[in-house]
């Protein structure tokens, strides 16, 4: 018999969307949050303009430019886990995150290695992870 933890864990979801953007992030978050629904409460943090409500199976939330308001969102929401899928989000931002909660994932696309998160995905052709991953799982 397996053991359940007392509380559900808590996956924040940080995308960006936007005219420039697209609404790409937006869309993987969604349908991530969605395949984890029956193991984990999910919540979705948005930094820009998008109708993504009613599509969302989630709470969402919408978040100014500065990386502070998604950490104050972090602690607030007390994420075990944070997955950003954003072009803006760099190594700064991910290194503070990761003294907010225990677990980042990032979806990359641009394979800008390394980065500094636990877990980084990234499903286009032709990149290779970094030679020296560190404590990353590519």
Same mark, same amino acid.
């Given at each position: 018999m397996a053991i359940l933890p007392a509380e559900r864990p808590r996956v924040v979801l940080?995308? /960006?969307?936007?005219?420039r953007v697209g609404l790409g992030h937006v869309r993987r978050c969604l349908a991530l949050s969605g395949a984890l629904a029956e193991?984990? /409460?999910?919540?979705?943090?948005?930094?820009g303009e998008a109708e993504v409500g009613a599509?969302?199976?989630?709470?969402?939330?919408?978040?100014?430019?500065?990386?502070?308001?998604?950490l104050i969102a972090l602690r607030r929401l007390?994420?075990?886990?944070?997955?950003v899928d954003s072009y803006s989000v760099g190594a700064a931002e991910l290194q503070a995150a990761g003294r907010v909660t225990p677990c980042v994932?990032?979806?990359? /696309?641009?394979?800008?290695?390394?980065l500094p998160a636990d877990v980084v995905v990234n499903a286009a052709f032709g990149h290779e992870r970094p030679s020296d991953p560190g404590s990353t799982t590519y």
């Open positions: 940080r995308a /960006d969307t936007g005219p193991w984990a /409460d999910c919540h979705l943090l948005v930094h599509t969302a199976r989630c709470p969402v939330s919408f978040v100014a430019a500065a990386w502070n308001e998604s007390r994420a075990s886990a944070l997955v994932v990032v979806i990359d /696309d641009a394979g800008h290695f390394p």
